[in-house]
Structure formats: structure tokens, C-alpha cells
């Protein structure tokens, strides 16, 4: 999941090589922190937020088989 999420966010920004993400794992939830340069975050969450909409819906549907709630937050 971390590797999709990457591969998303590096074709979106003109700073592929500030792009991280860290994940945070519980008994329910997977938490992936995707960091973009500050430049950059405008261009992952789009306009009214539709992109990073669009990305945390293929990130879900791509985590159904995992039993856990997958949440993508995007932070500069």
C-alpha cells in the first residue's frame, strides 16, 4: 500500500524526491502520513480536495482484503 501511495504522489509533484510516507498500524486502522513538499500539496489535494479524494479511494478498494480502516492523510 505505502508503495502505491508513493508511486501516486511522485507522478503528481514537481518534488518527487520530497515525497515520504510513514505509516501508522493499530489493532483497527492503518494510518499512512503521505508528506509532500510544500509547494506540492496543492497539487495532491487538488481542487475542493478531489484528487486526494480520488487517491484515498484507490487506496481503500486497493486494502479490502485487510480487515483494517485505511486512512491517508496528506501533511506538508
Excluded: C, F, W
Excluded at 499512512?32 to 506540492?40: A, K, N, Q, T
Amino acid at each position: 500500500m505505502k508503495e502505491l501511495i508513493l508511486v501516486i504522489a511522485k507522478a503528481l509533484v514537481d518534488h518527487p524526491d520530497d515525497v515520504r510516507v510513514g505509516v501508522k498500524d493499530d489493532d483497527r486502522s492503518t494510518i499512512y502520513e503521505l508528506s509532500v513538499h510544500p509547494e506540492d500539496v496543492g497539487k495532491v489535494i487538488g481542487k475542493q480536495g478531489r484528487i486526494a479524494k480520488a487517491m484515498r479511494t484507490v487506496v481503500t478498494s486497493a486494502s479490502v482484503k485487510s480487515n483494517k480502516r485505511v486512512i491517508v492523510d496528506i501533511i506538508s
